[in-house]
């Protein structure tokens, strides 16, 4: 999910041009149909100007931020940025890909009660081996084998037996995984299954390590425990919706950024104990709690009932460096980045989602080249120049 909150990037790439404006349909609350043409200066700089940072669906963490500020509690927070869901509860482990690790292998440091099981089996408790610094597990002719490394490698069979399949390490307190030449602690287990490294742990634990990375632990309570919410149940969902893989959910911004026991802060954690189990549920199930750094003034609609389109009268907040925005970009970059375009002559955007400044995020434009045409979405043209987000106006 793009929705950072984390200190705003000082100047991402930008855009700019002189424009004409022309809008051909005034606003109302569906997709609008429009007519803007900016030609691109003798200067080759194009100008723009835009509002939020992510996509705009569900919950504005500076929204929330700024609904705190105002004296609004997490439940009011969260019935405004996702209407028509309930909070409800959920336990259990989840199961985290820890995508950093790409050794093909699962390496801990030894530690007093360090125990290997195959998963759903018996538990081995690991002796104490002189010089040992590192436990691994790796897969050798398509069989799991557990071995320790003393100056040399050795195998280990646990209870005098070999492995076989998944395996993992567990203890009563934390595990520290070898990972990308440093360490990292983890609760819960560290699985090996598949070639991944894959921390299982209770979803209340693992929000405890998002959060902070998703959010400032140190904004208003409130606003920390509607992200400690949010958060859990976006997990809770994609639990649900992938209950069979060999994990259920990744560590990156392409799931929800987890730091393990490191990123926690003393905070946050307040604010997931004080959450404990707490999700939104829509129709008696995990909601999809999408959320983003800032809608801009304005949410966009998302693919729930509950990610709606609306006014957010709460993300403009001084507190909010990203509510508005401008960046320039140069016309040699978007033709490096479309070659067929030959000669970059002007943008023409023709479509927008009809809410707000200028009419909202756009949906569609078109590139007009001395050689070719290039038409794509306002998303695609985001994500291709680094802007903040889709709702961007020219000029």
């Known amino acids: 999910m793009s929705r950072k909150v984390r200190r705003v990037p000082a100047a991402t790439v930008g855009l ?31 100008k723009l100007t835009g509002h939020g940072y992510g996509h705009g669906h569900g919950m504005s963490q ?92 050795h195998r280990h069979r646990p209870g005098g037996k070999a492995l076989s399949g998944a395996a993992e390490f567990l203890r009563p307190g934390d595990l520290t995984l070898r990972v990308a030449g440093t360490t990292r602690v983890y609760h819960g287990t560290l699985r090996f299954i598949e070639s991944n490294t894959v921390n299982v742990l209770n979803i209340n634990h693992y929000v405890k390590g998002v959060v902070p990375r998703e959010m400032p632990a140190s904004w208003e309570r409130a606003a920390v425990r509607s992200q400690a919410v949010a958060a859990r149940t976006y997990a809770a969902w994609e639990r649900n919706a992938h209950r069979t893989r060999s994990y259920q959910t990744c ?24 959450t404990s189990n707490r999700v939104l549920n829509y129709g008696g199930k995990a909601a999809f709690t999408q959320f983003g750094s800032s809608s801009g003034g304005w949410l966009s609609k998302g693919s729930m009932p509950y990610l709606v389109a609306k006014a957010d009268k709460y993300d403009g907040h001084s507190g909010n460096p990203v509510h508005d925005w401008d960046t320039t970009l140069r016309r040699a970059t978007i033709q490096n980045a479309y070659p067929r375009l030959g000669t970059l002559r002007r943008v023409l955007v023709t479509q927008r989602d009809g809410h707000g400044a200028w009419y909202g995020r756009v949906e569609k434009m078109t590139l007009d080249g001395g050689k070719a045409n290039v038409t794509l979405s306002g998303d695609e043209f985001r994500s291709r120049f680094g802007l903040r987000s889709s709702w961007f106006h020219f000029g």
Request: net charge neutral; aromatic share 8%.
């Open 62 to 153: 500076y929204g929330a931020q700024g609904a705190a500020k105002q004296g609004l509690t997490y439940p009011q927070i969260l019935a405004f940025y996702y209407p028509g869901t309930a909070l409800g509860r959920a336990a259990g482990p989840i199961r985290v890909l820890i995508t950093a690790d790409t050794d093909n292998d699962v390496r801990v440091v030894p530690v007093s009660g360090l125990q290997v099981r195959e998963v759903g089996g018996p538990s081995y408790t690991l002796p104490t081996i002189s010089k040992n610094t590192t436990w691994r597990l790796r897969t050798v002719s398509g069989s799991t084998v557990l071995e320790y490394y003393n100056g040399s490698w």
């Open 251 to 274: 560590d990156t911004t392409s799931c929800q950024v987890y730091g393990g026991v490191g990123a926690e802060d003393s905070r946050s954690n307040d604010a997931v104990v004080a």
């Open 16 to 46: 700019a041009l002189l424009a004409t404006l022309l809008v051909s349909a005034p606003p109302s609350a569906a997709s609008r149909a429009v007519s803007e043409t900016y030609r691109v200066p003798a200067s080759g700089t194009l």
